[in-house]
């Protein structure tokens, strides 16, 4: 799942100075189950930018709706009514969300209410951990389920950096070291020889080396 | 067998002494419909354990987990309570017992006192709110749900009653009540009488009687508690002081042979002792010294030796084990002075406490005698009530069924196991009362208010004068009748009256009202009551609120009239804004099937099968391997010397010849589906594996623990290395080897109260003590040794311990970490260890080396079983209760109940007693056709759910789950109603019914209107 | 302005803080009318929404009451309330609202001289504090409009 945090009050406040009548959009996918920008969510923020605004002596009107999915036209499109009262847009979906929006309606100014962070995984209830940067040619296999690119602090792909000690990285004592983890997971599936196999440098243009990608199913597309 | 009869003359069930254990056993029976009369002679219910101010091994606060079951105790239209009231005289038998009672005078009208609390606050010196709401008083009102609520009054120290008596404007007062006599008949009696506190006073060398600072378990409880006489400040009674040092006494009084202590064993007093020390180290961390003197540690029950380690581990509670003989004054520092000695040291050593509290245990009142000669029930020596082995809970009188403290001294688990057990017994005597069904089919029909407009009626009530007395009533019934949708409001004298109730009644159906608002008391006390009103006029029950005007608004603001006239119409407004979006909600009722699964045919089981198909259910009794009777059909005899193999045959026998019991070998169970009252478990039968489906309303687990057999000692490497449960049979079968043995030396706890398996079996110190008896009977001159680490015989099991020593057994005490050491040297059995009074190696040649291993969880059975009905266990795999103390028997879903050591290890007899219980609870459930859940559960809007796992993760008894279709679902059934999941979910999916979040915004709007 | 007499919401556990209440009532314990109580099943119903929706609505301060550590009925609900409790604290402290304008206090149902405390004590707080920053400058009505 993507996952994101919300902005610092501050910045969105000072964004929306301007305005008086904001819609504010939450999405029902990953920024909800992340807990960033789901109805709550949504529910939460509007309450404090309302009150940070009052205690200005300014009112600032607040419509709140929480699309299905906010990457996808479709639903966008529900916002055709809504978003005609309203001077701008906070979006509370990850970056792909706000760009959406943005992408339909060219005449509203659009802002967004998270930082989009990471692709990860929850490793319990309110902690998420980062797993996967998409870099377009996956080694897991490889590397016994573990990904250097995403986990490894240095993306490094032969063993781990000299910064390792007891299992932990030199950047942060907190992260596990990803090729201790590898190492162990290499062991206990009987692969060790994986270990001694020299990979060779990455290929990053399927990454973001290449400019921005896409996906195109020839099947599916229209 | 008592209980095999069913007299059917009368069905009344006597109940005597309202402590945990009485109120437990009259509300089982009441839940089996059977009438009960329940007496307590004090004024009113909840006996000693409302007086403590945490429970072990959880740590809780009692009066939350003991008031639910007192009010419902209270409430409930079976039970007549009787406070003041004891047995005069009894005559008569089993079914037909006809018995005098006599009720002291209380000076108050219960039925019209309504426990306003003036007459105590202007003559606090002649009025007694129980239990008792003086600080200066030992106990003081600790819980608002005393029952009767209502006061007391002692005349004797009233000086001037005329005036008392015209400071009540409810008119209860009666100066003039007297004794009164009353004969009632019952079909069987249940004794739950309680034992008392031995008064330490007597044991002069304690210092109790002369050192302020010297108290009681009891009295230290009190200091400790929020409510107490100091409101949960620590001091010291003689210099107001925080102790900084304290010492508690263990056995005061208890295994003694001093004048005026007992022999016997209190059997609770090491677990309240560590209690006590782990909440006071909890409150003052380093800061205070807790030292515990105590000549063996006693935590045998469940999960309790992990407590014990918690203590010694963790919050540094310093263990002694040494007797301390006196309690001195040092002069020169005014502390309290202990000498004692320990092992490590050759000389006495003296060391002063600011506190020394005594962990005193109990005796048998001599009230409680009285009562047993009144009833013609057998006493045992030390005045407990008889009882027998194989039937614990009856007494000697047919038709008359004892629990508790007064069986023998106990905790509180296994006082609410024997409460379920003699409330089952004594239901299983008498007929159940014809179905009250026919009130609810005079019923109107509920009318349809979906389609109407919202016509809320609100009726403020002025309850005599506490709440006409400080605000308008009639000023603030016309406020409300100007408030949106509100057709008509109306104040009405004492709203709870039925006159008052009527005229509502009326109302709602010529106003055609569908939303009502009560202005009046706490909800908590009387939402059932104007629900049922609702009810009553034809609309649903759900559609009326209730706004507190009186506990929390005249009753607490008397000083501010102006303040508390408009708290009044800020509450009467939050109440229509919230009443106007309420809906009809439908309790969740279904019938349930009254078909009994127990899994399991040891003794246990076989007990709560044969119960159940006697009181006339239909019971599956499931056994994996070929044969009925488990591991009891490896004991031979109990350490009372009663035979277990002529009882198991009859037991086996009646099991297979019921009519109603289809006993299944040979089975496993392999699935499990439903709720509660509608279960279906799938099973298959060895050899062909054949797979059939039963459908139940209940579950019981009974499938035991299993002789733990160790790797330690040679064990199964050579012959004479052998169990207790091997020497039980030896001494039965080869008594030839018995009598050729000249040594024998038993180890104990091997295989428990170790890394490996924490907690202690319970049974062996029984089973050894008890092997080691039965040696001697053949072979006196046999030289046996028990090497120990504690001797836990509690509760009158210290006698046997007391026999054995007397007849030379050699009991050697070694630490865990210098545990004996046994070799074979040329087919010899040398066994060396440390003698910690000559503090030096002894080395033992025997004959026979006799291990006590106990029992131990069998973890795959239980695994398998928690994994496939969904129900939790406890990390060493028993099976997990739904509250260790109060609820020992149901586990924490409905519906599933568990007997016997598949619980934790204990004896037959508690095996017997708890299988009783569990037939008990059972048959609670299955005495209603059906089950009504209520309205108060969680619902998910499927539409709006992002299947984030939040409430999965975040329930406490795990009920969401993420269904097929890919969102969460609570089953209604399983649903507790706390609403957490409500409160979490992200996607805002989860509504609480009763408690929906537009309901709770439009409280606030009401609130706040205006306000912006 | 004219005497400031806050408006305290506080939402109390049917278990604990709300028979507490009822308690200080039968024990005629005075404290002052300003709080409001909104019974919840348990504390751990209370949803971070609600509290900061008191506070947007007008109230001056919240208070959230559940039963004491190792009580709560439902094993852990007013653990639960006590994160949301200093969630929002914190997020009032970021608008400038002050977090310590909502308050979650534990008591059992035996404690009804800790709710009236409680009560006095919060009262005597945001009385200090003063209104609540976010409510326009209209008088209050709601406690005054006799």
Redesign the interface.
Same mark, same amino acid.
């Given at each position: 799942m993507i996952t994101a945090e919300r902005k610092p009050m501050e910045e969105l406040i000072e964004c929306l100075r301007p305005y008086h009548r904001i819609l504010l959009v939450g999405c029902n996918e990953c920024v909800t189950v992340c807990s960033a920008g789901g109805r709550k969510e949504v529910g939460i923020l509007s309450s404090a930018l309302q009150m940070a605004f009052m205690k200005e002596g300014k009112t600032l009107e607040i419509r709140e709706i929480t699309l299905e999915r906010q990457c996808d036209p479709e639903y966008i499109e529900e916002l055709v009514t809504d978003i005609s009262q309203a001077e701008a847009v906070m979006s509370m979906a990850c970056g792909c969300g706000v760009q959406e929006i943005a992408k339909r309606f060219k005449e509203k100014p659009v802002f967004p209410a998270v930082n989009t962070s990471f692709m990860g995984a929850s490793e319990q209830q309110g902690v998420w951990a980062e797993r996967c940067q998409g870099c377009g040619d996956c080694v897991l296999g490889i590397t016994g389920g573990i990904c250097p690119v995403a986990r490894c602090s240095k993306q490094l792909f032969n063993g781990p950096c000299g910064g390792s000690t007891t299992g932990k990285c030199e950047i942060n004592p907190d992260i596990d070291c990803a090729w201790q983890l590898i190492w162990d997971r290499m062991k206990a599936l009987g692969i060790e020889e994986n270990y001694e196999k020299n990979m060779p440098p990455k290929d990053w243009r399927t990454s973001r080396g290449g400019g921005p990608r896409t996906i195109i199913r020839e099947d599916l597309a229209k | 067998m008592q209980g095999q009869n069913t007299f059917k003359n009368n069905n009344t069930v006597l109940v005597i002494g309202g402590g945990i254990g009485g109120i437990r056993a009259a509300m089982d029976l009441a839940e089996s419909k059977r009438d009960v009369v329940l007496i307590e002679k004090s004024i009113s219910s909840g006996g000693l354990m409302t007086q403590l101010d945490r429970t072990f091994p959880? /740590? /809780?606060?009692d !009066? *939350?987990?003991l008031? %639910?079951n007192l009010s419902e105790s209270g409430r409930n239209l079976h039970i007549e309570l009787l406070a003041m009231t004891q047995v005069a005289e009894c005559e008569g038998e089993a079914g037909n017992f006809k018995i005098k009672l006599i009720t002291e005078p209380r000076y108050i009208d219960l039925e019209k006192c309504t &426990?306003c609390?003036e007459c105590y /606050?202007l003559f606090p010196e002649c009025v007694s709110f129980s239990p008792g709401l003086d600080h200066r008083a030992p106990t003081c009102m600790?819980?608002? +749900?005393a029952i009767p609520h209502a006061y007391s009054i002692d005349i004797n120290k009233c000086s001037n009653i005329d005036e008392l008596v015209k400071v009540c404007k409810a008119g209860a007062i009666l100066p003039e009540d007297t004794q009164k006599y009353r004969e009632i008949e019952a079909g069987s009696i249940v004794l739950a009488p309680g034992a008392e506190v031995i008064d330490v006073d007597n044991l002069d060398s304690l210092g109790h009687a002369f050192y302020p600072d010297v108290i009681t378990s009891l009295e230290y409880e009190r200091i400790l508690s929020?409510?107490g006489p100091t +409101?949960g400040k620590l001091i010291r009674p003689s210099d107001g002081k925080r102790p900084e040092k304290i010492a508690w006494i263990q056995c005061a009084g208890s295994r003694s042979i001093q004048e005026g202590a007992v022999s016997y064993c209190s059997n609770a007093c090491c677990m309240f002792a560590l209690k006590e020390a782990m909440v006071t180290k909890e409150r003052f961390q380093d800061t205070i010294e807790t030292s515990i003197f105590y000549m063996d540690m006693r935590t045998f029950g469940k999960d309790y030796e992990s407590y014990l380690n918690r203590a010694k581990n963790d919050y540094n509670v310093r263990l002694i084990r040494s007797r301390p003989h006196t309690v001195l004054k040092d002069p020169e520092t005014e502390s309290l002075s202990l000498m004692y000695t320990q092992d490590s040291s050759n000389s006495n050593i003296t060391e002063n406490f600011d506190m020394v509290v005594l962990s005193a245990g109990f005796k048998v009142s001599d009230n409680a005698r009285e009562l047993a000669v009144k009833l013609g029930v057998d006493l045992n020596e030390h005045n407990f009530a008889k009882t027998d082995n194989f039937n614990p809970v009856a007494t000697s009188k047919p038709g008359i069924y004892v629990c508790g403290t007064f069986e023998s001294p106990k905790d509180i688990p296994e006082t609410m196991v024997q409460a379920s057990a003699a409330a089952f017994c004594a239901s299983k005597d008498i007929s159940i009362i014809p179905d009250s069904s026919e009130i609810i089919e005079n019923l109107p029909p509920e009318r349809d208010v979906s389609q109407e407009p919202v016509k809320i009626g609100v009726f403020i009530c002025d309850c005599g004068l506490n709440i006409g007395g400080l605000i308008n009533a009639n000023e603030l019934a016309d406020y409300a009748g100007t408030l949106p949708d509100v057709k008509i409001s109306k104040m009405i004298g004492h709203g709870c009256s039925s006159e008052s109730m009527g005229n509502i009644r009326k109302i709602i159906s010529e106003k055609k009202l569908n939303r009502v608002v009560i202005g009046g008391c706490?909800?908590?006390?009387h939402e059932i009551k104007f629900q049922d009103t609702l009810r009553k006029a034809g609309i649903n029950k759900y559609l009326v609120e209730m706004a507190?005007i009186?506990?929390?608004?005249t009753?607490?603001? $008397?000083? +501010?009239p102006?303040?508390?006239?408009?708290?009044a119409r800020? !509450?009467i407004r939050?109440a229509v804004a919230s009443v106007a979006l309420s809906h009809p909600l439908k309790d969740k009722v279904f019938s349930i099937n009254k078909d009994v699964l127990v899994i399991g045919g040891g003794v246990s089981g076989m007990n709560t099968a044969l119960s159940m198909a006697d009181t006339g259910f239909k019971v599956y009794l499931v056994e994996r391997s070929g044969e009925l009777g488990g591991i009891a059909n490896r004991i031979r005899k109990t350490i009372e010397g009663k035979d277990v193999q002529s009882y198991m045959k009859g037991l086996i026998k009646k099991v297979t010849k019921h009519e109603r019991i289809e006993v299944l070998t040979n089975s496993f169970i392999v699935d499990h589906s439903g709720k509660p009252g509608l279960f279906k478990t799938g099973l298959q039968t060895a050899p062909q594996m054949f797979y059939r489906q039963i459908e139940h309303g209940v579950t019981i687990f009974a499938t035991g623990a299993l002789a733990h057999q160790p790797e330690a000692y040679h064990l199964g490497r050579y012959k004479n290395v052998v169990t207790q449960l091997d020497m039980d049979a030896m001494l039965e079968d080869e008594t030839d080897k018995i009598k050729s043995f000249t040594s024998i030396v038993m180890i104990q706890c091997v295989g428990s109260r170790c890394p490996e398996n924490e907690n202690c079996a319970r049974i062996c110190c029984l089973s050894a003590i008890k092997n080691a008896l039965r040696i001697l009977e053949i072979n006196p001159k046999a030289q046996i040794f028990i090497l120990y680490r504690d001797i836990r015989t509690y509760g009158l099991y210290e006698d046997y311990y007391k026999t054995a020593r007397e007849k030379g057994v050699i009991f050697v005490r070694y630490e865990a970490d210098e545990p004996p050491d046994v070799q074979v040297i040329e087919k010899e059995l040398k066994v060396t260890f440390n003698d910690p009074i000559l503090d030096r190696k002894i080395s033992v040649s025997t004959d026979c080396l006799c291990l006590s291993t106990g029992l131990i969880a069998d973890e795959e059975s239980t695994e398998d079983l928690c994994r496939i009905f969904r129900i939790p266990k406890t990390s060493d795999n028993y099976f997990l209760e739904d509250h260790t103390k109060l609820r020992p028997i149901d586990l924490p879903v409905p519906g599933f109940f568990v007997a016997g050591t598949a619980h934790a290890p204990k004896t037959i007899k508690e095996c017997i007693a708890q299988a009783q219980a569990a037939a008990g609870r059972a048959n609670c459930m299955l005495s209603k056709d059906t089950l009504n859940l209520g309205a108060?559960v969680a619902s998910i809007e499927k539409e =709006?759910c992002?299947a984030?796992?939040?409430c999965v993760?975040?329930c %406490? $008894?795990d009920v969401p789950f993420i269904n097929a279709d890919g969102y969460s679902e609570i089953d209604p059934a399983k649903c507790?109603? *706390?609403?957490?999941c409500?409160?979490?979910? %992200?996607?805002? &999916?989860i509504q =609480?019914k009763q408690?929906e979040?537009d309901q709770?915004?439009a409280? =606030?709007?009401g609130? !706040?209107?205006?306000? /912006? | 302005m004219e005497k400031f007499e806050p408006v305290i919401v506080a939402f109390c556990c049917n278990y604990c803080a709300y028979t507490a209440a009822d308690m200080a009532g039968s024990k005629r314990l005075c404290y002052p009318p300003n709080i409001k109580i909104i019974r919840v099943p348990c504390s751990g119903k209370v949803d971070a929404i609600h509290i900061i929706k008191a506070l947007e609505k007008g109230a001056d301060g919240v208070l959230v009451a559940g039963c004491l550590e190792g009580d709560c009925h439902f094993k852990n609900g007013n653990i639960e309330a006590s994160k949301k409790v200093t969630y929002i604290k914190n997020l009032l402290d970021e608008i400038g609202i002050g977090g310590e304008r909502v308050e979650m206090v534990l008591m059992s149902a035996g404690m009804g001289e800790r709710f009236a405390q409680t009560a006095i004590d919060i009262t005597k707080k945001i009385r200090v504090l003063g209104p609540n920053p976010a409510k326009s400058f209209t008088p209050d009505k709601a406690s005054n409009d006799l």
């Amino acid at each position: 799942m993507i996952t994101a945090e919300r902005k610092p009050m501050e910045e969105l406040i000072e964004c929306l100075r301007p305005y008086h009548r904001i819609l504010l959009v939450g999405c029902n996918e990953c920024v909800t189950v992340c807990s960033a920008g789901g109805r709550k969510e949504v529910g939460i923020l509007s309450s404090a930018l309302q009150m940070a605004f009052m205690k200005e002596g300014k009112t600032l009107e607040i419509r709140e709706i929480t699309l299905e999915r906010q990457c996808d036209p479709e639903y966008i499109e529900e916002l055709v009514t809504d978003i005609s009262q309203a001077e701008a847009v906070m979006s509370m979906a990850c970056g792909c969300g706000v760009q959406e929006i943005a992408k339909r309606f060219k005449e509203k100014p659009v802002f967004p209410a998270v930082n989009t962070s990471f692709m990860g995984a929850s490793e319990q209830q309110g902690v998420w951990a980062e797993r996967c940067q998409g870099c377009g040619d996956c080694v897991l296999g490889i590397t016994g389920g573990i990904c250097p690119v995403a986990r490894c602090s240095k993306q490094l792909f032969n063993g781990p950096c000299g910064g390792s000690t007891t299992g932990k990285c030199e950047i942060n004592p907190d992260i596990d070291c990803a090729w201790q983890l590898i190492w162990d997971r290499m062991k206990a599936l009987g692969i060790e020889e994986n270990y001694e196999k020299n990979m060779p440098p990455k290929d990053w243009r399927t990454s973001r080396g290449g400019g921005p990608r896409t996906i195109i199913r020839e099947d599916l597309a229209k | 067998m008592q209980g095999q009869n069913t007299f059917k003359n009368n069905n009344t069930v006597l109940v005597i002494g309202g402590g945990i254990g009485g109120i437990r056993a009259a509300m089982d029976l009441a839940e089996s419909k059977r009438d009960v009369v329940l007496i307590e002679k004090s004024i009113s219910s909840g006996g000693l354990m409302t007086q403590l101010d945490r429970t072990f091994p959880t /740590n /809780n606060c009692d !009066l *939350c987990t003991l008031s %639910p079951n007192l009010s419902e105790s209270g409430r409930n239209l079976h039970i007549e309570l009787l406070a003041m009231t004891q047995v005069a005289e009894c005559e008569g038998e089993a079914g037909n017992f006809k018995i005098k009672l006599i009720t002291e005078p209380r000076y108050i009208d219960l039925e019209k006192c309504t &426990a306003c609390g003036e007459c105590y /606050n202007l003559f606090p010196e002649c009025v007694s709110f129980s239990p008792g709401l003086d600080h200066r008083a030992p106990t003081c009102m600790r819980y608002p +749900q005393a029952i009767p609520h209502a006061y007391s009054i002692d005349i004797n120290k009233c000086s001037n009653i005329d005036e008392l008596v015209k400071v009540c404007k409810a008119g209860a007062i009666l100066p003039e009540d007297t004794q009164k006599y009353r004969e009632i008949e019952a079909g069987s009696i249940v004794l739950a009488p309680g034992a008392e506190v031995i008064d330490v006073d007597n044991l002069d060398s304690l210092g109790h009687a002369f050192y302020p600072d010297v108290i009681t378990s009891l009295e230290y409880e009190r200091i400790l508690s929020a409510s107490g006489p100091t +409101q949960g400040k620590l001091i010291r009674p003689s210099d107001g002081k925080r102790p900084e040092k304290i010492a508690w006494i263990q056995c005061a009084g208890s295994r003694s042979i001093q004048e005026g202590a007992v022999s016997y064993c209190s059997n609770a007093c090491c677990m309240f002792a560590l209690k006590e020390a782990m909440v006071t180290k909890e409150r003052f961390q380093d800061t205070i010294e807790t030292s515990i003197f105590y000549m063996d540690m006693r935590t045998f029950g469940k999960d309790y030796e992990s407590y014990l380690n918690r203590a010694k581990n963790d919050y540094n509670v310093r263990l002694i084990r040494s007797r301390p003989h006196t309690v001195l004054k040092d002069p020169e520092t005014e502390s309290l002075s202990l000498m004692y000695t320990q092992d490590s040291s050759n000389s006495n050593i003296t060391e002063n406490f600011d506190m020394v509290v005594l962990s005193a245990g109990f005796k048998v009142s001599d009230n409680a005698r009285e009562l047993a000669v009144k009833l013609g029930v057998d006493l045992n020596e030390h005045n407990f009530a008889k009882t027998d082995n194989f039937n614990p809970v009856a007494t000697s009188k047919p038709g008359i069924y004892v629990c508790g403290t007064f069986e023998s001294p106990k905790d509180i688990p296994e006082t609410m196991v024997q409460a379920s057990a003699a409330a089952f017994c004594a239901s299983k005597d008498i007929s159940i009362i014809p179905d009250s069904s026919e009130i609810i089919e005079n019923l109107p029909p509920e009318r349809d208010v979906s389609q109407e407009p919202v016509k809320i009626g609100v009726f403020i009530c002025d309850c005599g004068l506490n709440i006409g007395g400080l605000i308008n009533a009639n000023e603030l019934a016309d406020y409300a009748g100007t408030l949106p949708d509100v057709k008509i409001s109306k104040m009405i004298g004492h709203g709870c009256s039925s006159e008052s109730m009527g005229n509502i009644r009326k109302i709602i159906s010529e106003k055609k009202l569908n939303r009502v608002v009560i202005g009046g008391c706490s909800p908590r006390t009387h939402e059932i009551k104007f629900q049922d009103t609702l009810r009553k006029a034809g609309i649903n029950k759900y559609l009326v609120e209730m706004a507190n005007i009186r506990d929390q608004d005249t009753w607490v603001h $008397f000083d +501010q009239p102006g303040g508390a006239t408009s708290k009044a119409r800020d !509450l009467i407004r939050m109440a229509v804004a919230s009443v106007a979006l309420s809906h009809p909600l439908k309790d969740k009722v279904f019938s349930i099937n009254k078909d009994v699964l127990v899994i399991g045919g040891g003794v246990s089981g076989m007990n709560t099968a044969l119960s159940m198909a006697d009181t006339g259910f239909k019971v599956y009794l499931v056994e994996r391997s070929g044969e009925l009777g488990g591991i009891a059909n490896r004991i031979r005899k109990t350490i009372e010397g009663k035979d277990v193999q002529s009882y198991m045959k009859g037991l086996i026998k009646k099991v297979t010849k019921h009519e109603r019991i289809e006993v299944l070998t040979n089975s496993f169970i392999v699935d499990h589906s439903g709720k509660p009252g509608l279960f279906k478990t799938g099973l298959q039968t060895a050899p062909q594996m054949f797979y059939r489906q039963i459908e139940h309303g209940v579950t019981i687990f009974a499938t035991g623990a299993l002789a733990h057999q160790p790797e330690a000692y040679h064990l199964g490497r050579y012959k004479n290395v052998v169990t207790q449960l091997d020497m039980d049979a030896m001494l039965e079968d080869e008594t030839d080897k018995i009598k050729s043995f000249t040594s024998i030396v038993m180890i104990q706890c091997v295989g428990s109260r170790c890394p490996e398996n924490e907690n202690c079996a319970r049974i062996c110190c029984l089973s050894a003590i008890k092997n080691a008896l039965r040696i001697l009977e053949i072979n006196p001159k046999a030289q046996i040794f028990i090497l120990y680490r504690d001797i836990r015989t509690y509760g009158l099991y210290e006698d046997y311990y007391k026999t054995a020593r007397e007849k030379g057994v050699i009991f050697v005490r070694y630490e865990a970490d210098e545990p004996p050491d046994v070799q074979v040297i040329e087919k010899e059995l040398k066994v060396t260890f440390n003698d910690p009074i000559l503090d030096r190696k002894i080395s033992v040649s025997t004959d026979c080396l006799c291990l006590s291993t106990g029992l131990i969880a069998d973890e795959e059975s239980t695994e398998d079983l928690c994994r496939i009905f969904r129900i939790p266990k406890t990390s060493d795999n028993y099976f997990l209760e739904d509250h260790t103390k109060l609820r020992p028997i149901d586990l924490p879903v409905p519906g599933f109940f568990v007997a016997g050591t598949a619980h934790a290890p204990k004896t037959i007899k508690e095996c017997i007693a708890q299988a009783q219980a569990a037939a008990g609870r059972a048959n609670c459930m299955l005495s209603k056709d059906t089950l009504n859940l209520g309205a108060g559960v969680a619902s998910i809007e499927k539409e =709006l759910c992002a299947a984030c796992l939040i409430c999965v993760r975040s329930c %406490p $008894f795990d009920v969401p789950f993420i269904n097929a279709d890919g969102y969460s679902e609570i089953d209604p059934a399983k649903c507790h109603g *706390c609403g957490i999941c409500a409160a979490v979910c %992200p996607a805002k &999916a989860i509504q =609480l019914k009763q408690y929906e979040d537009d309901q709770v915004m439009a409280k =606030l709007t009401g609130l !706040l209107e205006g306000v /912006n | 302005m004219e005497k400031f007499e806050p408006v305290i919401v506080a939402f109390c556990c049917n278990y604990c803080a709300y028979t507490a209440a009822d308690m200080a009532g039968s024990k005629r314990l005075c404290y002052p009318p300003n709080i409001k109580i909104i019974r919840v099943p348990c504390s751990g119903k209370v949803d971070a929404i609600h509290i900061i929706k008191a506070l947007e609505k007008g109230a001056d301060g919240v208070l959230v009451a559940g039963c004491l550590e190792g009580d709560c009925h439902f094993k852990n609900g007013n653990i639960e309330a006590s994160k949301k409790v200093t969630y929002i604290k914190n997020l009032l402290d970021e608008i400038g609202i002050g977090g310590e304008r909502v308050e979650m206090v534990l008591m059992s149902a035996g404690m009804g001289e800790r709710f009236a405390q409680t009560a006095i004590d919060i009262t005597k707080k945001i009385r200090v504090l003063g209104p609540n920053p976010a409510k326009s400058f209209t008088p209050d009505k709601a406690s005054n409009d006799l």
